[in-house]
């Protein structure tokens, strides 16, 4: 029989799977809030010996709104930086500025008081939840050959363009949130802040990404005259919501109802 003794290094790498898969049981509720450094384990560790229930708020109070969100927004960026998607979208255009609007209107960007031993702590899934939204965005509009080509898909990426479609997008893809994961009322605190999303649910909300790229707004002449065309050089916002509204980029033409 023989017996192979494992090297220095290969010991190491296992015994570090080892610490992980334990880290991942002791707290399965917070995996991706420790491991993208958006919670420490110690600060974890010290609430819950004062409160077994306790929650992003315990661990983060005498923290402004504005650290807050600076926490949670700098880990969950670095978590979807692991797949290079922001980086090619602001090789595209996208303004840094932009990044922070996107994240505000799909995330909870402020401190949970749900308990996170608690089966409704969602910041794991919204982690993943976003994931899956930005790969949806990636592939079916701002990879897609549209951006390229003859339309002017591509206004998609400036800051007022891109808040205001977000925003309607976000409307239509709410409701099949709602619907999709049975829950009691529409998600207040955030698209992404939920249960984790099925495999029916992430094809419904990649038909409705499908739609934004096949709006006839896209496809309009660039003109100054709203009687003959869209100004897309025109980044302000309220002048953006009234071509999109006169070109049926709205939430019922992405719900498919117009």
């Given amino acids: 029989m023989t017996v192979t003794v494992p090297n220095t290094r290969e010991l190491y790498e296992l015994l570090v799977r080892l610490h992980d898969d334990v880290r991942q049981i002791q ?114 509009i701002f990879s897609s050959k549209a951006m390229k080509g003859a339309t002017r898909l591509s206004v998609s990426f400036k800051s007022k363009w891109w808040k205001e479609c977000h925003r309607i997008f976000s409307d239509a893809v709410m409701e099949e949130v709602y619907r999709g994961l049975k829950l009691k009322e529409r998600p207040k605190l955030g698209l992404c802040h939920t249960p984790e999303w099925p495999d029916a649910l992430k094809t419904a909300i990649r038909k409705i990404a499908k739609l934004w790229v096949t709006c006839p707004l896209w496809d309009k002449p660039q003109s100054t005259d709203p009687n003959t065309g869209v100004d897309f050089t025109s980044n302000n916002e309220a002048t953006v919501k009234k071509y999109l509204a006169s070109n049926k980029f709205t939430t019922l033409y992405l719900e498919g109802r117009s």
């Fill in 27 to 140: 707290y399965p509720y917070s995996a991706k809030v420790l491991k993208w450094g958006i919670i420490m384990e110690s600060e974890i560790e010290e609430a819950l010996k004062l409160d077994p229930e306790a929650s992003e708020k315990t661990v983060w109070v005498g923290n402004t709104p504005t650290e807050v969100a600076g926490k949670l927004a700098g880990g969950i960026t670095t978590f979807v930086d692991q797949e290079g998607y922001r980086e090619k979208w602001m090789k595209a255009g996208l303004a840094e500025g932009s990044w922070k609007t996107f994240l505000e209107q799909y995330c909870m960007l402020k401190a949970d008081s749900v308990a996170f031993t608690s089966d409704d702590y969602y910041r794991n899934a919204e982690m993943e939840n976003l994931l899956t939204l930005v790969q949806i965005l990636d592939e079916e």
